[in-house]
């Protein structure tokens, strides 16, 4: 029986939807042969689905449209046996395959076809999380084969070019690609090929996977797919306090021409699916299925219950959970995907743009630029086609459009020189590095929220949190990709990912570029750096935490960095939130609520280093996803916030107590949190104060939480919120502070 929010329905109607694109699926604990299947398609409808004698304990892998499913196992002293199935979810046929008995400490984690099922010899494969022997199965047979890696030999009708590989780490799921199945173990990648029905080679591909690593704490997940009909990977690397929070996704794709991985930056025209708590990824074309491409939809469990959709080219990442008739309790979901092999093979990828390793230079104007709010459209400086719209403003006597230009506000300034040729010659351009215009100083400057623009990443957005409006700014060719790793008064600090790469201070509004020494360590293993104050002031102090070190570098001093070795990871696990100075001293908050803490000391020809974690104070919630430490009023504060924003506290310590104190009203302060940068203003705009500014857009506005009414607001709407439901965050944003001159 099938059902279509709440109403029976025709198994060819079902049959006809399901194809059309991608499903989760969720199955019900109340009822194990009861299952819900949502649409990825608008209107995301759901639909209540039978299957008889099938009971999913868990899902092993997806291939050829057909799904192998652990059913259910039995553990004795001596054995275990497991109990596996193989089910298509649009025919809703099951194969039984015979029972598979493994040693007690054995536990499959994932499988594969190597060809559909109604192909003779057609074959089943099953790993384990360390590849220690080779387990199949062939269609029709009464018991699994399982023959140790180390008699991986002709004899057994298996030819393996590496039979004594010593570490067999299953890296992520096996995929079937071109009637092969490509095993990535131990960073390469092994290649099954079905020769005949009794023969399989088992060799290595000439590939090395790429080299991507991530701080201790971190999780990095990686998918191997195939890909209208390209072989791609796709890394997930999560942190955060408790490991739920997307901090960055790669995707490459292999060229089997030159056999090098090269990094997707554009995928239009197809989009990828993946879940947490199932071991495969699966990708589709969009062209005919009404999703929009270009996206990785991730769907996340527990209690964050959402839906992640990762736009590869601006590597923005959006939260939501467009299905309402979910099952109250229900199992470990997973994707489905009929099998479209058979239509696409002969079809040539298209939109699907490979990261260029050489850029060409160009020289772009020094100007800023402004985005037009309803469309994408850059706007050049040319008032000739909207001096009709203004004639009556042109009317005005020129004493007058003088005054209400010098007392604009400086991006509504910027936005009034390109009303009519009369505005603009009454608002001169701004020279900003030479003097200190009028326009300045009539109004405050809010801090922008700043991040990178489509896939050229060529330019920087800035979004004003107060008056909304998105305004372009060039970047240096030299720094595109680079991550932000802090912002202070103006100055970022950024740099490349690899060990040994390149470090800039860079200060967007003056074009201003500076170089650092960079440490000699893999960037991506460190959680945050910070520095004191600005690089061209007499003493700047950079320091950077990893995992088992803290580094520092005196700029204008130090010609490289120094290292100093930590030991008590274990009591003290860094978040990759910003440090704050405070007292002379730089405060890292850990992921558990406490502190640490680093200062340097000069005391004549030498420097005085040391590094202490505060015994107090503890961690002030338990539901913390997302924690931000920054100064505010001479006293240290803390930002908890959960995943899906439903739960946010601010804290204020007490030197007295050493203990985090809840507090309920900033006053006429306001908060601005993101990873690189955290920091606290007084509000001179009225309406601004008593708010967490965070780095998330709804529409085109920034979301605001509000202490007051303790909702989430955008100034350009009178909705309120409880969650961040239906918001986007760029992945590389940061706050900055306006610093024009």
């Known amino acids: 029986m099938i059902m279509e929010d709440g109403k029976v329905i025709e198994r060819s109607r079902f049959l006809k939807t399901l194809e059309s694109c991608p499903w989760l699926v969720f199955p019900h604990c109340e009822d194990e042969t009861r299952q819900t299947f949502c649409s990825m398609s608008q209107p995301f409808k759901t639909y209540g689905k039978s299957t008889p004698k099938l009971w999913i304990n868990g899902v092993l892998g997806h291939s050829y449209g057909w799904l192998i499913i652990s059913n259910k196992n039995i553990t004795k002293r001596t054995i275990r046996r497991e109990f596996i199935f193989l089910w298509n979810p649009v025919s809703s046929e099951l194969i039984k395959l015979p029972p598979l008995d493994l040693k007690p400490d054995q536990r499959i984690t994932t499988g594969s076809l190597l060809s559909p099922p109604d192909n003779p010899g057609s074959m089943v494969l099953v790993f384990e999380n360390i590849v220690k022997s080779f387990i199949f199965c062939k269609l029709g047979d009464k018991m699994w084969t399982q023959i140790p890696a180390e008699e991986m030999d002709t004899e057994m009708q298996i030819i393996d070019d590496e039979p004594s590989a010593s570490n067999r780490l299953l890296y992520s799921s096996p995929v079937n690609y071109k009637g092969k199945c490509y095993v990535p ?53 999560w942190g955060g306090v408790n490991v739920s929070q997307v901090l960055d996704i790669e995707i490459s794709r292999l060229n089997f021409s030159t056999m090098e991985w090269s990094q997707v930056r554009s995928a239009k025209g197809r989009a990828f699916f993946l879940c947490r708590t199932a071991v495969y990824a699966i990708s589709c074309p969009t062209n005919d299925s009404g999703l929009e491409g270009g996206f990785v939809y991730i769907f996340t469990v527990g209690s964050d219950r959402c839906l992640y959709s990762f736009n590869i080219e601006d590597k923005s990442i959006s939260v939501s959970l467009p299905w309402e008739n979910l099952p109250k309790s229900w199992d470990t979901p997973f994707w489905v995907m009929p099998d479209l092999s058979s239509l696409f093979s002969n079809r040539k990828p298209e ?54 230009a010098n007392n604009l506000y400086l991006l509504d300034y910027i936005n009034f020189r390109l009303v009519c040729k009369t505005s603009l010659l009454v608002a001169p351009h701004i020279q900003w590095r030479e003097t200190s215009p009028k326009v300045l100083k009539s109004h405050p400057l809010s801090p922008w929220l700043m991040f990178a623009q489509g896939n050229s990443r060529t330019l920087h957005n800035f979004i004003d949190p107060k008056f909304g409006g998105r305004y372009l700014m060039n970047i240096p060719e030299s720094i595109i990709d680079f991550d932000i790793r802090y912002s202070k008064e103006g100055w970022l600090l950024m740099s490349s990912r690899d060990q040994g790469g390149s470090m800039f201070f860079y200060q967007p509004f003056a074009k201003k570029l500076i170089h650092v020494p960079p440490p000699l360590v893999n960037m991506d293993e460190c959680y945050s750096f910070g520095f004191i104050s600005s690089p061209t002031s007499p003493y700047c102090l950079i320091v950077g935490i990893s995992s088992f070190s803290i580094l520092c570098l005196i700029f204008l001093q130090d010609e490289e960095w120094y290292q100093f070795t930590r ?18 001293a730089f405060y890292f908050l850990g ?41 505010c009023d001479g006293k240290l504060h803390s930002v908890f916030v959960d995943n899906l924003g439903e739960s946010v506290s601010v804290f204020e310590l007490d030197k007295t107590t050493m203990a985090w104190r809840k507090v309920s009203d900033l006053g006429n302060y306001m908060f601005f949190v993101s990873t690189p940068s955290s920091f606290s203003m007084v509000a001179k705009t009225p309406g601004m104060e008593n708010k967490i500014y965070f780095p998330k857009i709804k529409g085109k506005e920034i979301v605001y939480y509000c202490l007051r009414t303790g909702k989430y607001r955008t100034f350009g709407s009178k909705q309120a919120a409880t969650n961040f439901y239906n918001t986007t965050e760029y992945l590389h944003s940061c706050w900055i502070q306006q610093r024009w001159l």
């Open 185 to 237: 173990m131990s960073r390469q990648i092994k290649v099954i090929d079905q020769v005949k029905p009794e023969y399989f080679m088992f060799r290595s591909l000439n590939c090395m996977l790429p080299n991507r690593l991530s701080s201790y704490s971190d999780c990095l997940e990686s998918y191997l797919v195939e890909s209208y009909g390209e072989l791609c990977l796709i890394e997930v690397t």
């Open 351 to 404: 939109g699907f743009q490979i990261l260029s390793k050489e850029v060409k230079p160009e020289e772009e104007e020094e100007e800023i630029e402004t985005e037009e709010r309803k469309g994408k459209e850059i706007l050049n400086f040319s008032p000739d086609n909207s001096e009709a719209e203004v004639r009556n403003l042109c009317d005005l006597p020129l004493e007058i459009i003088a005054l209400i």
């Open 567 to 584: 030991n008590d990871f274990s009591i003290f696990i860094p978040n990759h939130s910003s440090p704050v100075y405070f007292e002379g």
């Open 591 to 631: 992921k558990h609520g406490n502190l640490g803490v680093f200062s340097v000391e000069d005391i004549g020809d030498v420097y005085l280093v040391q590094w202490d974690v505060l015994l107090k104070p503890e961690k002030p919630c338990n539901s913390s996803d997302h924690s931000y430490l920054l100064e």
